[in-house]
């Protein structure tokens, strides 16, 4: 067992450094992040004093070697425009990301994995084709546009929803819905195709031959044996939680991670890109791990290791 | 006389429109007494199984509803609210299937599994149901049922899983027990105990047993009565010792004769050139667990093998003996890690890149599954030029050489613009013979060829090989763990245990002098040995 975490453990920090070097190289070779912050009109001594303040004067080489040395002791360094440690303006806004997407997320599975399974035992039916093709509009749908439109009807013409900010469980309504809306498409169609290979299988002809109730065969037979597809999909579209926020926090003004991710990137601060990708990047390997860890809770052949 | 358990009477299962017949099953009518074995036998198609199905109420319900009447115990089946039959199964009537580790759910225990049927049908508290199953564990002789209750599907064997499947099927004891196939998956020993099983389970709880299977075998050791199905009809009915030995129907009297018999043949004499000379061959398999501990298997171990020119070798075993590892070995899609391969006169083993690439022309295989063997988006006459092709034929060449083998496995040359879904079962099987003599190897290996084939289908596809070899001279490498086969066609027959050669002979003289304990066993668990072996062997007939 200590193996097994060992490896897992290693793969986790290279992932994370590989991350980190790729964000460096970018960053630093796209443009001049003291021009971007200064202005093109700054004098150069005010220039050159920046670049001292911050190491920017050093070697590549040498500004890549002090980052890591930081990083690796937890330290992010502070934001090149309001001098604040990056570590505490970004987990100001996870809170509201977190939330934003556990709601979407609860709703897509809420709506997604049901109507998979629904469409699955009458496969071939009108309901069936019915939920397809909503799956299908779901993951079609871009969700900016979907965010605009809902705006559009909810907030200016019926005048029943906030269009933007948060604070009431009505500012949840619209975003969730926004972000969830792919997911909820995409966890359908899974469920869908996972619950039709396993419904052929003989230990549901066997659990149907020992009496066992359809409600019961569904629930304790076939979705479990179903659930491996559908973790992976959820754990897929995890970073599709984080891109997506990126777009609907943007159009519903939701003070999360994503804005503060394009407004960083928009801004040349460096040190914010890096501490925000950084900080996904973790969610992402996170994520990996719970799913990994949760294959093996559901399926006794991958915890043994046969 | 009194009532039959089970009578069934007219019974039609029709397919769904657009099918290659109006019904499954035809005007069916039987009747099966308490305590009694009927087999029903048929080769696929014949609707055995959807008879099964029906009866237990587990028709696919993508057909249309069966018609007729399925009496049981005085009740019409098809009539009962689904609610109430529901109730019927797993507590009066029972089923055991064909695959016995698929049929369990991977994600429980097996006892979690066989205690279900308790939960579901009495009232019994959760202690009393684990003493029930462990009791039912050591009925069905499982070893050490305290720890099999709390064991995981894929931690048991094959017959192991069709024990704890036979426990679940008579945890309430039932008077009628559908056994669909339940020992064609497993090796021939382990199938003599389960049948054992059954039958000491029927003379002890009276139990009726509908009896599902395709093999004329397991009939003379279990059945009382035969019915012979055939395309969803009835061809044949009776007592089985009358229909074994005086078939009436005409399809009876065929489908008796494909049945391979155990008939051991004598080597054929004026075999000279060897084509393949394997010597110290060894594969060692290590997996290493969760915790870290390695754990290794000798799937083959030190064996020396030699086949000659038009000869033809057996290799016989249990599953997990290793003659399917030896013969991957010996056309090296596994790396042996150990021994020397000389392939007609030339070093194989060792061979990289290119090297290897040419060489491979001399060494083909046919696998056991006809319909995963062939690419589905490839034409028959494309996946039998395509080896010629990389081999340096030209393209029309190899075309014309695709054509005449499609008409030399018997298919016809119209078949070559044709892909693999539009054939059945045995003309795939011939395209993939095409397809592995089209480089004109010198070696042919056959990987449980015909075993997933109808008996009838099996008996032409053993003459077609030998048809091919008499006219090319392939040494050609058998294996198959049904015995019948292999005594048939074989010049000598190599037995293998745990990844060793323990014994080889030629048929006539292993079957009738095994010197190996194990060899004996095997002979013994071959079923129907005791009816269906012809009492003279045949005398060699010697090869060109």
């Known amino acids: 067992m200590t193996r097994f975490w060992l490896i897992k453990f290693l793969r986790t920090v290279l992932t994370l450094w590989l991350v980190v070097t790729f964000t460096f190289i970018v960053l630093r070779t796209s443009g001049d992040p003291v021009v971007a912050l200064l202005g093109g009109d700054a004098m150069p001594d005010e220039i050159e004093q920046f670049r001292q303040q911050w190491g920017l004067d050093q070697p590549l080489f040498v500004q890549y070697l002090q980052y890591v040395a930081q990083m690796a002791t937890g330290q992010f360094g502070d934001s090149l425009r309001d001098h604040r440690p990056v570590i505490d303006i970004i987990f100001e806004r996870v809170p509201a990301t977190l939330s934003l997407g556990l709601a979407a997320y609860l709703m897509a599975a809420l709506i997604g994995i049901p109507a998979g399974i629904l469409a699955a035992l009458r496969r071939g039916s009108f309901i069936d084709r019915a939920i397809m093709a909503f799956a299908v509009f779901g993951f079609a749908l871009p969700n900016f546009f979907l965010g605009i439109l809902m705006i559009l009807f909810f907030s200016l013409i019926l005048q029943v929803l906030p269009s933007s900010g948060t604070g009431t469980i009505w500012h949840f309504i619209m975003p969730a819905i926004t972000l969830g809306t792919f997911t909820a498409g995409t966890l359908a169609r899974f469920t869908r195709s996972a619950m039709l290979e396993v419904l052929e299988k003989p230990y549901m002809r066997a659990a149907a031959a020992k009496g066992v109730p359809a409600i019961k065969r569904i629930l304790f037979h076939a979705l479990p044996n179903a659930a491996i597809p559908i973790v992976t999909i959820i754990g897929l579209n995890l970073g599709q939680l984080i891109a997506g926020a990126i777009v609907v926090e943007t159009v519903f003004a939701w003070p999360g991670v994503g804005r503060l991710l394009v407004t960083a990137v928009s801004q040349r601060d460096l040190a914010l890109v890096q501490g925000l990708v950084l900080v996904i990047a973790t969610t992402m390997v996170l994520a990996n791990l719970i799913v990994d860890l949760t294959y093996g809770l559901l399926d006794p052949r991958i915890r043994k290791g046969a | ?544």
Not at chain 2, 363 to 384: E, H, K, S, W
């Open chain 2, 1 to 544: 006389m009194t009532a039959p358990l089970l009578d069934i009477r007219n019974l039609f299962v029709p397919l769904p429109a657009g099918a290659d017949r109006a019904y499954a099953v035809e005007d069916l009518s039987f009747s099966l007494a308490k305590g009694e074995i009927l087999c029903i036998v048929g080769e696929t198609g014949s609707g055995k199984s959807l008879t099964a199905m029906a009866t237990m109420g587990l028709l696919p319900p993508n057909l249309p509803r069966a018609s007729g009447q399925v009496s049981f115990e005085g009740t019409d089946l098809l009539t009962l609210p689904a609610s109430t039959r529901r109730k019927m199964a797993g507590s009066r009537l029972a089923m055991i299937f064909q695959e016995p580790i698929a049929a369990l759910n991977p994600i429980y225990t097996v006892g979690k599994q066989v205690s279900e049927t308790f939960k579901l049908h009495t009232d019994l508290r959760p202690d009393a149901i684990k003493a029930r199953v462990i009791d039912l564990f050591r009925e069905v002789r499982l070893p050490n049922p305290e720890e099999i209750f709390n064991a995981y599907p894929h931690q048991l064997s094959g017959g192991q899983c069709q024990r704890v499947m036979i426990a679940s099927a008579l945890a309430l004891d039932p008077s009628l027990l559908i056994a669909d196939e339940p020992t064609t998956a497993l090796d021939v020993t382990t199938q003599a105990q389960i049948l054992k099983l059954m039958l000491d389970l029927r003379e002890k709880h009276g139990t009726g047993i509908l009896f599902i299977t395709h093999d004329f075998g397991v009939v003379a050791e279990i059945a009382d009565r035969v019915a012979v199905m055939r395309q969803g009809r009835l061809v044949e009915i009776g007592p089985a010792a009358e229909v074994l030995a005086h078939p009436k129907a005409e399809y009876t009297q065929k489908l008796l004769a494909a049945v391979p018999k155990l008939e051991p043949r004598h080597a054929r004499s004026g075999l000279t050139e060897t084509v393949l000379k394997a010597s110290g061959v060894a594969k060692l398999f290590t997996s290493r667990t969760v915790l870290g501990t390695t754990r290794e298997v000798r799937a083959v171990d030190n064996v020396d093998l030699t086949i000659r020119r038009g000869e033809t070798v057996g290799l016989v075993g249990e599953s997990g003996s290793g003659k399917s590892t030896l013969a991957q070995c010996v056309i090296r899609l596994v790396e042996p890690d150990q021994g020397d391969l000389v392939i007609s006169g030339e070093t194989f083993s060792g061979l990289q890149g290119a090297a290897l690439r040419a060489a491979r022309q001399r060494v083909q295989i046919v696998f056991q599954d006809p319909y995963t063997a062939l690419d589905p988006r490839q034409t028959a006459g494309n996946a039998i030029a395509e080896g010629p092709i990389i081999h340096g034929l030209s393209r029309a060449k190899a075309k014309e050489r695709a054509l005449d083998l499609l008409e030399a496995v018997g298919l016809d040359r119209s078949a070559a613009a044709r892909f693999p879904h539009e054939f059945s079962g045995g003309q795939r099987q011939r395209i993939c013979i095409a397809r592995a003599l089209a480089v004109e190897p010198q070696l042919l290996i056959a990987d449980e060829s015909v075993s997933a084939l109808d008996v009838s289908v099996q008996a032409q596809i053993l003459d077609l090989l030998a048809e091919m070899q008499e006219r090319l001279q392939f040494g050609l490498l058998f294996i198959t763990h049904d015995l019948r086969v292999a005594s048939r066609i074989c010049d000598r027959i190599a037995v293998m245990r745990q990844g060793r050669i323990v014994e080889q002979e030629e048929p006539a003289e292993l079957f009738a002098h095994p010197r190996e304990n194990y060899t004996r066993e095997l002979l013994a668990a071959v079923p129907g040995s005791g009816r269906l072996i012809s009492p003279a062997s045949r005398t060699g007939n010697a090869g060109s």
